[in-house]
């Protein structure tokens, strides 16, 4: 007997998806003051994947490093050379702090994804990404 119906799955859901990150470890969140306090440590790697069209729009966060989501996989895969070539920094090693941020919130998710699928295991997300730190800013 299903109790629910489709209505009722679809509420649980949505809810669910809410929830992903309430229930995310605090440890894999970064907060304003760390994404902060990123240009006092040259070896945390804040990553914003967005477009670049929404920078342009927006601006970034300071010393944030823009590789657009969908080219990230391809961007991680990249010889060190190769890396620094075209974003102007050293690639990360495996170990390196990564805090990726967005406009939302809502693209960090698959960006932990992907970089985590490559083997970087210190990545986290800035859940309030852009939105957060033009609010907290005045922007």
Not at 20 to 26: A, E, G, M
Not at 41 to 49: G, N
Request: glycine share 6%; hydrophobic share 35%; with cysteine.
């Amino acid at each position: 007997m299903d109790l629910l119906g489709p209505a009722g799955k679809s509420v649980v859901i949505q809810l669910a998806n809410r929830l992903k990150f309430v229930l995310r470890p605090l440890s894999t969140m970064a907060t304003y003051e760390q994404v902060k306090d990123v240009p006092n440590h040259p070896e945390v790697y804040l990553i914003d994947v967005r477009r670049k069209d929404e920078l342009q729009q927006t601006g970034s966060i300071p010393c944030s490093l823009n590789i657009p989501l969908d080219e990230l996989d391809k961007a991680l895969n990249l010889d060190n050379a190769d890396f620094k070539n075209k974003y102007g920094r050293s690639k990360p090693e495996k170990e390196s702090r990564i805090i990726f941020s967005c406009r939302s919130g809502n693209r960090v998710l698959e960006a932990e994804k992907i970089a985590k699928g490559q083997g970087y295991c210190n990545v986290v997300i800035y859940k309030g990404s852009w939105n957060e730190w033009a609010q907290k800013e005045g922007l």
